[in-house]
Nanobody, 116 residues
Framework: QVQLVESGGGLVQPGGSLRLSCAVS????????MNWYRQAPGKLRELVAR???????YYIDSVKGRFTISRDNAKNTVSLQMTSLKPEDSAVYYC??????????WGRGTLVNVSS
């Protein structure tokens, strides 16, 4: 059984930093990408960052230069380093793995609240 467990969320002041981590257990087979999504109240869930199996990365424009996605294959984790946080970054952040069989795996999410 595949499980994704996020950690690292919390309350941070504008301009601050947080590091989210996602531990992946179980076999996801070969993955196509590991991703971070977020969903703010009243808004649709949106892709924030993606790291492909090749190591290439993708970011939405609003987080470019501030967020960095990385993975540790040995530990089977994917992380999201977030800096220069803004109130509009506040959301529940979800870890996602999309494998080569077109199967999605999701974590339960971790809350990030950027507020003074």
């Amino acid at each position: 059984q595949v499980q994704l467990v996020e950690s690292g969320g919390g309350l941070v002041q504008p301009g601050g930093s947080l590091r989210l981590s996602c531990a992946v257990s179980g076999s996801v087979s070969r993955y196509y990408s590991m991703n971070w999504y977020r969903q703010a109240p009243g808004k649709l869930r949106e892709l924030v960052a993606r790291i492909f199996s090749s190591g290439n990365t993708y970011y939405i424009d609003s987080v470019k230069g501030r967020f960095t996605i990385s993975r540790d294959n040995a530990k089977n984790t994917v992380s999201l380093q977030m800096t220069s946080l803004k109130p509009e970054d506040s959301a529940v952040y979800y870890c996602n793995v999309f494998n080569t069989n077109a199967v999605d795996y999701w974590g339960r999410g971790t809350l990030v609240n950027v507020s003074s």
